[in-house]
């Protein structure tokens, strides 16, 4: 039987765009919507070798369907140009890879694939995979067509046959066109009958069979549903017309014309030289033998030394001026607990590895070397500087001289990018891969350090691979117009954070045991309440044991249920907790507990013996929205709104007699940047009046003057303050106020009519991501959004959330970072004792001498309030006492 292979050229390509990072070639030339759709080809070409194969394109955006629905399609954004460039390129790669392609004007790729598939049918000897990112290509499916859906990206994808569709949706493929009468599809501007989502359209297609069949039904419906559905009937006939693929499209009889009959090498080789997807050239064995590239330049064989003696580092150290990129192989999570494995150095001519061993020997040569990592004269290039700095700083060696960080570089370049390792990097980059770290040396107990020709050979190329990613990410950077924010803010925290990591901040040992006796007779205490609540005594601990005692015996009711039984987690308690005394109880318990295991336990066992500190570790490279966080221990999830949960800050004390700790923290940055980015004009004037912003807002939403404003009023206004900021729901404000969502929704309304620049910039910044693909902060710190235009609605809707807040809560996570810097540098500038500590969301902690902390108190505030000039004034609150507890 043959096999017929057909791609939605459009769709694929969509997602393939907005599914890869932003790659382009050296000539400029956006490559990632190719570069995604080649690796999908290749994966269907190895997957199911097909004897016939076509992509099918839109020609044009105006087909017939627009004679019968001018609107058809009317809502979709204009194809950004950086993937419209690639659309010519694409369909030349297509020709090289010997697959037929087929648009016609007028009609939709739809309409070809489905008259392939119709054809298909009527032959009987045909297997057809249809592939798509298109639900609408279900209604295609039969005994002999199955539709590949993608799911995540474009080489992830989900496979339907007609009893696959009834098992996920109870609907034959024919339904699927009812489907999208009933629910419409905003993707394609087709209306369908409003507040009709997938949910009720399947339960209504169940009953009634077709939208047909609904509509002369209505009588069977009630309330505004029925209402809605008699209103929009029109609408629904249309709708489901507009989803119907037609498939009588004139292609006359392809099948000869659409036989794959596999690649010509030299054709591809070239496309792909062309376009620099040198990990594809390789993988494919496209590089050499019967390929004769134009233009190919010989890659240089990497010369690999192992300097295994002292009298071997001269021959280093007799180069090190030429020295381009190293690397520094630190092995284990945590820097501060890990070792250094050696170092390797790349120059032009070869590239020499040192086992870290060796630097422990005394030796001119090897105080040569240490004294050229610490020489801040030098430049060079390394992956991950920061973890290099702490590792190598508690074997007394100071780097630096670092002035490009390819890993830095790349999570600038797109933070939601989860493969930032040298190998992942290397074949984003569509660059001669080299093997990832587990390969090499193991994971987990596994792990080995194997042979030291193995381990040379492996770090010379990562410090071969910096280098040539270096020129790469320059041209990326600055193309980006992010060398400010690399340069003079990302590179230079990175010695910062180190430095603080370094000097990690004292604990109370004592204060922390007897913290966690306290904590322990209190939980014993609890646990007996809970007993004598519940009528007996059973394992607080056991999610089954407490499912029984709170659904069986108590007669609560039961929420949620999983797979292996009652949820008992915290939604599901405090939903319960008005029902039963025995709730506060437990979940009064289940938070003393953590702070118990979390906080006591887990700090003492993070407290380095030799130091007598904590030295926690920032991750720069983690949140897309820009904020840092912390690791081994994680001292920025410390809770602070209970009681007991802010006397853990008790333990964190000075590390000299006679010292203070002095903490400054923003107040209000979020809003504050809102109010510029907005230039809302009620939002600004508060700020700069110094007026409660809660208090303003409940006085401008509740239209009461300041005296009116009781503490529920102000409460619900900062609810909704801080929740515009994170894009808020009217369900999600609903829950943290406990009120109706229709209530919920009129606050928010409300808040929109008040604070109408707010609203402008979040309807702005919305349009502006789905143009661009991409949000940025005021310091051009960009985070990509590929679901923007999803037609998945949670998908979309996510999107558009983190369109709105990125804005703000990465420009407020930029200014603490050019706080940190900038104080950092007036620090040493002044000649101040005084250390910076721990940086904790929107707080900076420092320990100060006695002698310093009126001059402390000035300089943090200034530095802080003047970090970044904005159209309102930054406010900076400081307090100091004797530990961190008391400074707050």
């Known amino acids: 039987m043959s096999k017929l292979i057909v791609i939605d050229g459009n769709s694929i390509a969509y997602r393939a765009f907005f599914a890869l990072p932003p790659l382009s070639n050296s000539s400029g030339l956006h490559t990632n919507a190719v570069f995604g759709f080649t690796t999908i080809l290749l994966k269907l070409m190895e997957e199911h070798k097909p004897t016939h194969f076509l992509v099918a394109f839109d020609a044009g955006k105006v087909t017939f369907r627009h004679s019968n629905y001018k609107d058809y399609k009317g ?232 300097i295994q003696k002292l009298e071997q580092l001269a021959e280093l150290t007799d180069v090190l001026s030429k020295v381009e990129s190293m690397h520094v192989e630190v092995i284990g999570d945590n820097p501060h607990a890990g070792y250094v494995l050696g170092l390797s150095f790349h120059t032009d001519q070869a590239c020499y590895y040192v086992p870290f061993e060796l630097l422990k020997e005394n030796s001119s040569e090897v105080d040569t070397l240490k004294a050229w990592l610490e020489s801040p004269d030098k430049s060079v290039a390394v992956y991950d500087q920061h973890r290099a700095e702490i590792a190598l700083s508690w074997q007394g060696i100071a780097l630096r001289g670092t002035t490009f960080d390819v890993l830095l570089a790349a999570y600038l370049l797109d933070p939601t990018e989860s493969a930032l390792t040298l190998h992942g990097l290397l074949v984003k980059y569509s660059l001669p891969s080299l093997k990832a770290d587990e390969d090499v040396f193991g994971k987990g107990a596994k792990f080995k350090v194997p ?14 691979a910096i280098h040539t990613l270096l020129i790469l990410m320059k041209q990326d950077l600055q193309q980006k117009d992010m060398d400010q924010l690399f340069y003079d803010l990302e590179l230079p925290l990175a010695n910062v954070l180190a430095a603080m990591e370094q000097k990690g901040i004292q604990v ?149 007699p006679g010292w203070s700790i002095l903490t400054a923290d923003y107040s209000q940055i979020e809003l504050r940047v809102l109010a510029h980015i907005s230039q809302d004009k009620n939002l600004m004037e508060a700020f700069l009046n110094d007026m409660d912003i809660h208090t303003k807002t409940a006085m401008d939403v509740f239209g009461v003057p300041e005296s009116a404003v009781d503490s529920n009023m102000r409460r619900q206004a900062k609810a909704v303050n801080f929740g515009i900021v994170y894009g808020i729901s009217d369900y999600g404000l609903s829950q943290n106020l406990n009120i109706s969502r229709k209530d919920a929704a009129s606050f928010i309304e409300q808040y929109f009519v008040v604070f109408q620049g707010v609203r402008r910039f979040m309807d702005d910044i919305v349009l502006k991501a789905r143009k661009d693909g991409y949000v940025t902060t005021l310091l051009q710190r960009r985070r990509y959004l590929p679901e923007i235009s999803a037609s998945n609605f949670n998908l979309r809707s996510f999107a558009e959330r983190t369109a709105m807040n990125t804005p703000i809560q990465g420009t407020a996570a930029d200014v603490i970072k050019l706080a940190m810097v900038q104080m950092d540098e007036r620090m040493k500038r002044d000649g101040l004792a005084s250390r910076m500590l721990l940086q904790v969301h929107d707080e900076l902690v420092f320990e100060v001498p006695e002698n310093e902390i009126e001059v402390m108190r000035t300089t943090v505030k200034e530095v802080m309030e003047g970090a970044l000039k904005l159209d309102v004034p930054l406010k900076v609150d400081v307090d100091t006492g004797s530990n961190w507890y008391e400074a707050k």
């Open 75 to 306: 809502g979709r954004a204009k194809t950004p140009p950086e993937l419209s460039e690639q659309f010519p390129v694409l369909k030349d790669l297509i020709r090289a890879f010997g697959v037929s392609q087929f648009e016609l004007e007028g009609y939709e790729a739809d309409d070809i694939i489905g008259t392939l598939t119709r054809m298909a049918d009527e032959l009987g000897n045909i297997e057809v995979i249809v592939v798509s990112g298109d639900k609408d290509m279900l209604q295609l499916a039969s005994e002999h067509v199955k539709i590949a859906l993608t799911r995540k990206g474009v080489s992830d994808v989900e496979l339907y046959d007609p009893p696959y569709i009834m098992e996920k949706y109870g609907l034959t493929p024919n339904q699927i066109i009812d489907l999208k009468g009933l629910m419409g599809d905003t993707s394609d501007n087709i209306p369908g009958i409003p507040g009709v989502g997938e949910k009720t359209a399947l339960k209504l297609l169940h009953e009634y069979g077709s939208v047909e069949g609904v509509l002369a039904n209505t009588d069977q419906l009630k309330g505004k549903m029925k209402e809605k559905v008699v209103e929009h009937a029109d609408d629904a006939r249309m709708s489901k017309e507009l989803a119907t693929i037609f498939r009588e499209v004139p292609i006359g009889t392809p099948w000869d014309e659409l036989a794959y009959n596999g690649y010509e090498k030299q054709a591809l080789a070239e496309m792909f030289y062309k376009l620099e997807f040198k990990s594809l050239m390789e993988k494919m064995d496209l590089t050499g033998g019967d390929v004769k590239l134009a233009d190919q330049q010989p890659q240089a064989e990497l010369v690999a030394i192992a």
């Open 451 to 464: 042979a030291i020709e193995i381990v040379t050979d492996h770090l010379c190329r990562k410090a071969n």
């Open 508 to 656: 109370d040992v004592e204060g922390l045991k007897q913290y966690g006796v306290e904590l322990a007779a209190q939980l014993d205490k609890i646990m007996k309440s809970i007993y004598e609540a519940a009528g007996g005594e059973f394992n607080i601990n056991s999610t089954k044991q407490l499912g029984e005692i709170l659904f069986e015996k108590l007669n609560l009711p039961a929420y949620k249920k999983t797979k292996t039984g009652y949820s008992t987690d915290a939604e599901v308690l405090e939903r319960l907790e008005p029902y039963h005394p025995v709730i506060s109880h437990i979940l009064n318990y289940r938070s003393l507990a953590k702070l118990q295991s979390t906080y006591v336990e887990g700090l003492l066992k993070e407290i380095r013996p030799e130091t007598g500190k904590v030295h926690t570790y920032y991750r720069q490279t983690i949140a897309a929205t820009g904020r840092l966080s912390s690791q081994f221990p994680n001292l920025q999830n410390i809770p602070i709104r209970l009681e007991e949960g802010r006397k853990i800050r008790k333990v964190f004390v000075p590390s000299q």
